[in-house]
């Protein structure tokens, strides 16, 4: 079975074009103003344009408010929000059904506990996304550069579709799916050369990479 991709934290044209060329199946914008790759929503609806149908646009937000919520849902040309805070089972529902799109938590991952913790999403959320828990001090839930162990959910049986995320790159995204038994992963460090300059060549690698995972 192919393995599902998301290029996320995309700033340019460029990277947008490469990830969709190279087979994504997701493509990223964050708004997050403390993240370095945060765009406007006007600044997406000029990227998410040019994305084909049957790629989905993604929107990353974290504890984001209604207000916020709705500018990008009406102005950036989403198919999908990616709640990355540390918003309650309830608030992903209420989201959900204001908003009309589908849903997908992301949730921390660094022990069995956090495994229990992302079941309460299963009820409400569209999809889950595992991903690092980030450091001490750090500025922003994701997009670190760190992995988890992927062995805390190898074994682990979902009801929802659900990506891998945290400190893949085209060098491990092989080994990340063959240990979690993940069908779909999320990448954003790992192909870029600095926070938000993503590299055209490391997002074909990494696709290829994960073909043949």
Known sequence: MPIDVKICGLMAEDAVAAAVAGGARFVGFVFFPPSPRSLTPERAADL???????????????????????SIVSGAGIDLLQLHGSEPPERVAEIRS??????????????????????????????????????????????????FDWELIRDETWHRPWMLAGGLHAGNV?????????????????????????NLSKIKAFLEAAANA
């Open 174 to 198: 092989g080994e990340a799916v063959r240990t979690s038994g993940a069908a779909a992963v999320d990448v954003s460090s790992g192909v870029e050369d600095a926070p938000g300059l993503k």
């Open 48 to 70: 998410t344009a040019a994305v084909p149908s049957g790629v989905t646009r993604v929107a990353l937000s974290v504890d984001a408010d209604d207000g916020y919520l709705e």
């Open 98 to 147: 204001r908003f009309g799109l589908p849903v997908m938590k992301a949730v921390a991952i660094a022990g069995p506990d956090d495994i229990a913790r992302a079941r309460a999403y299963e009820s409400v959320a569209d999809r889950l996304l595992f991903d690092a828990r980030p450091p001490e001090g750090a500025t922003r839930p994701g997009g670190n550069a760190l992995a």
